[in-house]
């Protein structure tokens, strides 16, 4: 079976950017736990309460100006209103203020690691991995955010500006945002000891990467732009303590290191419960047309459950891209799945 048959066509009613329904419930950082500017070192904006509520981003090219700079080095630590979960895909969002600029996918971006705790005092960071080169971008360089992995502040926002009014702050695709996954903490020492409870996280912290002096999870040094520090715009929750459903969508997104994807889409009630024209794509953060970014791909298994969609040709290793899947089924559910070429 090749993808012109009927996943396409039921993928035919996907768009770009849509319009869609708002949660009702307080899904972001709720309260500002603690905050340490170092000194305000690096300039920028020192508001901790910016990084409260929706986000306000900037849209593709612009950075919101509504954050709170972390200093350089610093951090800042908040309480969501809901606690966090590892429920299907993505489970949460950390909005920066990253914009596109000289070229696809080429970015000025800041970038900060993420924390995350159960208790208030275990804190487990998520496996940063930077893969760009060892040399300064410069005050005013760009780099590549598909050379960044569990960091905040490489995608551009898009919920709350005025380019996208309608972009749904829960989702993968419209939010922008940088995406975290809990479940590649599941090998976390804290989780063995259980002092890190996977379905029930209340606080999310941010540091501040020192370019060219913090680590990422493999010992290489990380180097982000500008002289300044990461710029926190918003924490949403997408999977919470608050939507514990079991049977909302599943996406599944591998990519190979020869570029080949794979994207499974399923639902436990089934593949007609799906929403095809919710289903959301964007490339380096651009969001795009589904179907068309789709439609290269084969399908390799289709059962009751859903299907998966394989790309089926290795692709040049100097392209490196940021690939980001949304869905929701008929409920309302919703997953989102987000990764870069390792
Ligand atoms: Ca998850
Ligand atoms: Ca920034
Ligand atoms: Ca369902």
Redesign the pocket.
Known sequence: MNAGTWPLAWLGGAVVVGSSSLPAQAVHAAQVVAVDTRGGLGGGVFLPANALGAPQGGGLTQ?STHVHSLGVGGSLTVQVAVPVRDGPGVDFLVA???FATGGFGLVFG?VAFVEVSSNGVDFARFPARYRGPDSDPGAFGVVDLAHFENLA?MVPVLAGSLAFPNADPQDVVEAGSDAFDLADLRVDPLVGLGLLDLTAITQVRLVDVRSGIDLDAAGRRVRDCGSGS??IDAVTAIQHANNMATNGPELQLAIGVDGRFTLAIDDPDGWQDLDGASLRASVQGLPMDAAALLSACQVTRADARGFTLSLPTPLPSTLRFRLAFAIRDRAGHRCGVARVRP
Request: no cysteine; net charge negative; charged share 40%.
């Open positions: 950075g920066e203020n990253a800041e502040g990461a710029d």
